[in-house]
Nanobody, 123 residues
């Protein structure tokens, strides 16, 4: 069992930056690939980024490439999402998730989910 707790969300102006963190419980964190997803009001959940357990492989949604960076620190059981050049359309609740699979955009592959942290980008 893995429990995930996100933090770092908030209100930011367009063009600004935020760094989200997701702390995982459990001693097997380093064996999981981790992903970030987001869900805006009235919209379906969408993939943002994912990282392999070894941090060698990363995957990004086209909408965030070049602006967002996913990273992890296995010693701290933490995965990060650095978000730069934020846009109003990035407004959503951001969730981290864990999978024993390779990094994937498919949310059904993720076994464990956090409650999410809200991000609001004002224009």
């Amino acid at each position: 069992q893995v429990q995930l707790v996100e933090s770092g969300g908030g209100l930011v102006q367009a063009g600004g930056s935020l760094r989200l963190s997701c702390v995982a419980s459990g001693r097997t964190f380093s064996s999981y690939s981790m992903g970030w997803f987001r869900q805006a009001p009235g919209k379906e959940r969408e993939f943002v980024a994912a990282i392999r357990w070894s941090a060698v492989n990363t995957v990004y949604a086209d909408s965030v490439k070049g602006r967002f960076t996913i990273s992890r620190d296995n010693a701290k059981n933490t995965v990060y999402l650095q978000m730069n050049s934020l846009k109003p359309e990035d407004t959503a609740v951001y969730h981290c998730a864990a999978t024993r699979s390779i990094p994937t955009m498919s949310d059904y592959a993720y076994e464990f989910w956090g409650q999410g942290t809200p991000v609001t980008v004002s224009s």
